[in-house]
């Protein structure tokens, strides 16, 4: 395991004039929460996350050489146009980053990035943008350092992306990737996410995942400030030793297979997290009526038809619905006669667990 100290660069040996990388990173969808952190990115409790596939970001890093003149300096294009609203949370990263990658004031950076995912579709952006933007340079860091290897690499793309938004680190690998100490995990960290080191049952292979999109309106309360109001909550301490032994159950559901205690702890970590909503101070509902009628039908179905189909939330209003690659026929149907009704628009995404983030010839 790397500690934090590891992460502070060597001297370089290379030196590098100008050039370019691209990297798509995935979307991730929580099981077991993070919900509460302390300082520096450091979660409050253990979390384990389904890598996605289709929702991605790409984003292709241009650098060129400068003066080292004590400031940060870099274009910033989403979809090929100039956009000034995403500038503070890059200044903030390249802040944040820049102890660990001390060559980020040498050069001038055009950043340009987009999401495969309709924008303001209420599918957060931040942990595939992040991991996007950390996996490139962690390129450029390799081409500084060319005897890295592969494990560093990752380990340290992954804490960078940490320092950008939480839930990124998990989006740097797949298909399943655990975030946070616990006893279970020996290799696991605060620090960077890590691949679920257990061999993953045959149930879950290629696990489906439909986000129904239900609301795509802004959020009324970004992450950041949702995990501040868990500083004092009345139920804090119960809820992060909670998340510990939801991840030791959900261990064991996905190593052997167990699709009922999936199911449990998987829709009971969603309702926890909107309950420490509901009872924080100020105190917010992020559920709108149609996410409950899609949960009630969820459940219909299930008792109905014994397919172990089932749901998890993020912060916010919209649906994922996860199951079985065998079921999809069924719960396409499912979803395309009963639930579909219930999205803005009639939107859905179609999606499945993957592999983590890759680079661009
Ligand atoms: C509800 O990673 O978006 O999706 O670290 O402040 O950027 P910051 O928060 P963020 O929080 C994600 C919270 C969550 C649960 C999860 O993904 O584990």
């Keep these: 395991?790397?500690?934090?100290?590891?992460?502070?660069?060597?001297n370089y040996t290379s030196f590098v004039q100008n050039g370019s990388f691209e990297w798509s990173a995935p979307s991730n969808i929580a099981l077991v929460k993070y919900w509460g952190k302390k300082e520096n990115q450091i979660p409050a409790?253990?979390?384990v996350s389904f890598t996605l596939n289709n929702c991605k970001t790409i984003t292709k890093l241009k650098f060129e050489k400068k003066e080292n003149n004590g400031a940060f300096s870099f274009d910033l294009l989403f979809e090929g146009q100039p956009k000034p609203d995403f500038r503070p949370k890059i200044e903030k990263f390249l802040q944040r980053t820049e102890q660990?990658?001390?060559?980020?004031?040498?050069?001038?950076?055009?950043?340009?990035?987009?999401?495969?995912?309709?924008?303001s579709s209420g599918i957060a952006s931040s942990a595939s943008g992040m991991a996007a933007?950390?996996?490139?340079?962690?390129?450029l860091e390799k081409q500084l350092n060319p005897q890295m290897d592969d494990a560093y690499f990752y380990a340290k793309a992954s804490f960078l992306a940490r320092l950008g938004s939480g839930s990124a680190c998990r989006s740097v690998k797949g298909n399943v990737v655990v975030w946070g100490e616990h006893r279970d995990f020996t290799e696991s960290t605060n620090l960077y996410g890590v691949e679920f080191p257990y061999v993953l049952h045959n149930n879950f292979k290629n696990y489906q995942d439909t986000i129904l999109l239900v609301d795509k309106g802004e959020k009324q309360v970004s992450s950041t400030v949702g995990h501040e109001l868990m500083?004092?909550?009345p139920f804090a301490?119960?809820?992060?030793?909670?998340?510990?032994?939801?991840?030791?159950?959900?261990?064991?559901?996905?190593?052997?297979?167990?699709?009922?205690?999936f199911i449990k702890i998987t829709e009971s970590e969603a309702l926890t997290l909107h309950s420490m909503m509901m009872t924080s101070m100020p105190y917010f509902i992020l559920m709108k009526p149609n996410t409950l009628e899609i949960i009630n039908r969820i459940w219909k179905f299930r008792n109905e038809t014994n397919i172990p189909v089932c749901f998890t939330l993020d912060a916010g209003a919209n649906v994922h619905v996860l199951?079985?690659?065998?079921?999809?026929?069924k719960v396409l149907e499912f979803i395309k006669n009963e639930l579909v009704a219930?999205?803005?628009?009639?939107?859905?995404?179609?999606?499945?667990?993957?592999?983590?983030?890759?680079?661009i010839a």
């Design 1 to 10: 395991m790397l500690s934090e100290k590891d992460f502070i660069a060597v």
């Design 45 to 47: 409790n253990p979390s």
């Design 100 to 119: 660990y990658l001390p060559f980020l004031k040498e050069y001038h950076f055009v950043i340009d990035t987009q999401n495969t995912f309709p924008h």
């Design 133 to 139: 933007l950390a996996m490139n340079f962690m390129s």
């Design 231 to 233: 500083h004092g909550h």
């Design 237 to 261: 301490q119960q809820r992060f030793a909670q998340a510990h032994e939801n991840l030791s159950k959900l261990k064991d559901a996905l190593a052997s297979g167990d699709l009922d205690a």
């Design 323 to 329: 199951y079985p690659e065998n079921d999809k026929v």
């Design 342 to 359: 219930y999205c803005q628009n009639s939107q859905y995404i179609c999606d499945e667990i993957g592999n983590g983030a890759q680079q």
